[in-house]
């Protein structure tokens, strides 16, 4: 080609383009006869598998069928694969290394975490009679299906649909301990397939008997216990090697719904749970009528353990703090003070379920958390979800749920650190970032007003304006110094878009109820090997709390959030007794709705909602959880000596009660010595004059001659007084 294109002559080449010009045209009309050969005889194979009539719809069908089942399961694998990613944690597998005992602040025992090596029982050491109650009321077909039991799925949506209701449950015991193991207990499609496709995984990584032994292991059973061994302990006081039939069918009861079956809060349905289990062992074939008749007339009996009471959501958060403690130490068995305290968890605890039984089905509102800490961040209550038993999810620290406008806080005191002052006046009107423009919950605008209006009305355009004009890049910083390391730069973001737990709101909160310091919540003081040794002190080992925000400007934003519960959308949570400082907040659709107030004691936060994002009955952060907080509170607070909130004074009945406290000890000096506390209330004086005068009798009493009773009387044989042997004279 290059001689016949190119002509060269004595100066240069020169091109023929006549030449490339047919070079061109001839190449393209080969390529192009080329392509209809190909075409042609791949149309001709093609030609070999047309069909027509009912054939062809049959292909097209399938045809169809294998794309949209192609796309279905590269979106399912797309769901499923965040939740595979936290199997790359080895620590699943094995029994968790650490075993800790849990003290409540005052040092009394409160539960445990953890299982020792020692006490985790072989499978082959576990009764026959309680493997077989668990497969036979949890998975019959478990050595059977390959993780997803497709038959006993189908045969559940069955019967739920002709009883209109949830009667039987369709996961294996396989998807049981993917949940356990991995998910929350959340009731979602997105859930259900990650716990499928986890269920698959373990199929593939462990033998039945490794999955069965470590659902025997894990399962929560009630009353603060994990595992078959320690829930025998607990309801038996013996090991699970040594219970009879009707004890297995009790244990196997528990799976479904501990707390409701537990016996020692529900005798009677307990015992109705365990009769079912024993009609499952029949129905399955596992045993006779006449092998399970004898536990039927003696029903298990379970050691009284009324009076026993475990923080579940609390210790299990403290369990998580204790290992990242103790992580690389060395340390394994351990005793733990914690910083919660029994009263106010069990205040807590009662302000949530009374809430939730009085609202739950009219407002459409399943699920709430609360956290109560000091404004040091000591946690002294939390609450993780309405029922432990039912969901060990714990929404107070996991839960990443959108703030809505409690979040305002944060980007008021941003721009109070730049120069804001709370009288300023801004305009409450349009503003766009974008093609985005936020609107009021009222609707509308009112024009010009305060910030300290605008804060206690919760005006969004107001929020949205000072993060535009004082720079979000700071209102970052702001976040990054509380803990709220997590929210990236929007539009929207003034208005609380991006989730944030309880907990860390909280803590957020009690940096301005600290005065400016940096506060996050903790739950040990202090941990103690088993030689008791001291292996940690938070006192010693924590260094003290920085002080990240200019005080004044936490004082004013403090001032400003009183008004709040004075004049704006937070009145709910007002205490008539000391001052409070707080925010409501709700985010869209009404999913979430929160309050987060704290006195100069303490800082609480309430959230409600849904674990399926569902939006509740226009439930908002000034109703529910603002009326949950002012009841805790009330139950929480015993005494009117309670510090100032940094920037607000004191409400002016503590004023009231520390000039009475004042005037009376101008009359007695001494009061104060015996009952501590500017709330501590004044005796009567009749009950005063009485007890005056008892101490005067005794002290003129005559001592009691005991020479002539001493020997006889001892032995309790003689006529003196009765004196038990070896006690103290």
């Known amino acids: 080609m290059r001689d016949w294109i190119f002509k060269p002559n004595r100066r240069n080449r020169l ?5 490339l010009d047919s070079w061109i045209d001839s190449s393209l009309y080969a390529v192009w006869a080329k392509y209809q050969d190909l075409w042609s005889g791949y149309s001709n194979f093609v030609s070999q598998f047309r069909v027509s009539g009912f054939r062809r719809i049959v292909a097209e069908f399938c045809s169809e069928a294998a794309t949209l089942g192609t796309l279905g399961l590269i979106g399912v694998l797309t769901l499923a694969l965040p939740s595979l990613e936290s199997t790359n944690d080895p620590a699943w597998r094995t029994a968790a290394q650490y075993s800790v005992t849990f003290l409540d602040r005052n040092g009394a025992e409160i539960g445990k975490r953890g299982i020792l090596y020692s006490d985790s029982v072989p499978l082959e050491e576990i009764p026959d009679n309680l493997i077989k109650a668990t497969l036979a009321t949890e998975d019959r077909r478990f050595f059977e299906h390959f993780g997803v039991d497709v038959l006993g799925t189908a045969r559940a949506m069955v019967a739920n649909v ?5 009667v039987q449950g369709g996961s294996s015991l396989t998807q049981q301990l993917a949940k356990n193991l991995f998910l929350s207990s959340e009731r979602s499609f997105e859930r259900k397939v990650k716990e499928a496709f986890i269920a698959l995984w373990l199929e593939a990584r462990l033998s039945k008997k490794e999955i069965l032994k470590l659902y025997l292991d894990r399962s929560y059973m009630g009353g603060g216990t994990f595992g078959v061994e320690a829930a025998s302990q607990f309801y038996f006081g013996k090991s699970v090697r040594e219970i009879n039939l009707a004890e297995s069918a009790l244990l196997a009861g528990l799976f479904k719904a501990p707390t409701k079956f537990a016996p020692h809060a529900n005798a009677a349905e307990s015992r109705a749970r365990a009769n079912q289990v024993l ?17 039927r007339l003696n029903p298990a009996k379970v050691i009284d353990n009324a009076d026993s009471y475990t923080p579940n959501y609390f210790l299990d958060w403290a369990y998580d703090e204790t290992q990242r403690l103790m992580q690389k130490k060395g340390e394994y068995n351990l005793v733990a003070r914690t910083t919660v305290d029994i009263a106010l968890q069990k205040a807590a605890e009662q302000a949530v379920e009374t809430t939730l039984d009085q609202n739950s089905k009219s407002l459409h509102v399943g699920q709430a958390a609360l956290v109560s800490m000091e404004t040091d961040g000591a946690v002294r209550a939390m609450v993780g979800g309405r029922d432990y038993g039912e969901s060990q999810f714990n929404r107070a620290t996991k839960a990443y749920r959108q703030p809505g406008s409690s979040f305002k806080t944060y980007v008021y005191l941003t721009a109070l650190e730049n120069g804001a002052k709370p009288n300023q006046v801004t305009s409450d009107s349009p503003v766009s970032c974008g ?3 936020p609107s009021n919950y009222s609707g509308g605008f009112r024009g010009r007003m305060t910030l300290t209006t605008a804060l206690a009305l919760s005006i969004n355009t107001v929020a949205v304006k000072l993060s535009f004009d004082y720079g979000r890049e700071k209102v970052l910083d702001t976040l990054q110094r509380v803990g709220l390391t997590q929210i ?19 803590s957020g ?27 940690y002190s938070r006192a010693n080992d924590e260094p003290p709390a920085k002080q990240i925000f200019d005080r004044k400007a936490v004082e004013t934003m403090n001032e400003m959030l009183t008004h ?5 959308t937070g009145r709910a949570a007002a205490l008539d007794f000391t001052s409070v400082a707080g925010k409501t907040g709700t985010s869209s659709d009404y999913r979430d709705a929160w309050f987060i107030g704290f006195t100069g004691q303490y800082v609480t936060g309430v959230w409600y909602g849904n674990d399926s994002f569902t939006s509740m009955n226009k439930v908002t952060g000034g109703a529910l959880p603002a009326r949950t907080w002012h009841d805790y509170m009330v139950a929480a607070t015993t005494s009117y000596n309670i510090p100032q909130i940094p920037g607000v004074p004191l409400h002016p009945k503590q004023v009231e009660e520390m000039a009475r406290i004042a005037e009376i000890k101008k009359d007695d000096p001494t009061l104060g010595t015996v009952a501590q506390g500017a709330g501590a209330r004044r005796m009567p004086p009749k009950t005063r004059q009485m007890l005056l005068a008892l101490t005067k009798m005794f002290k003129e009493a005559k001592p009691l001659d005991l020479n002539g009773v001493r020997g006889a009387s001892l032995d ?8 038990a042997s070896g006690a103290a004279q």
């Not at 091109?15 to 030449?19: G, K, L, N, R, S």
């Not at 909160?509 to 030689?531: C, H, P």
């Not at 709040?564 to 704006?568: L, S």
């Open 435 to 437: 093609n985005w423009s």
């Open 716 to 723: 309790g044989n003689g006529p003196g007084p009765r004196v």
């Open 279 to 295: 009609t499952n062992m029949v129905d399955a074939g596992f045993m006779t009528e006449g092998q399970v008749h004898g536990a």
């Open 15 to 19: 091109v023929d383009w006549w030449a």
């Open 488 to 506: 990236k730069k929007s539009c929207s973001m003034a208005l609380g878009d991006q989730g944030v737990t309880p907990l860390q709101h909280t």
């Open 509 to 535: 909160y009690a940096t301005l109820a600290s005065g400016g310091k940096q506060v996050k919540g903790y739950a040990i003081t202090e941990i103690r090997n088993s030689q008791d040794q001291l292996v």
């Open 162 to 166: 002709q009883a209109n209701d949830v």
């Open 564 to 568: 709040v519960i004075t004049e704006g």
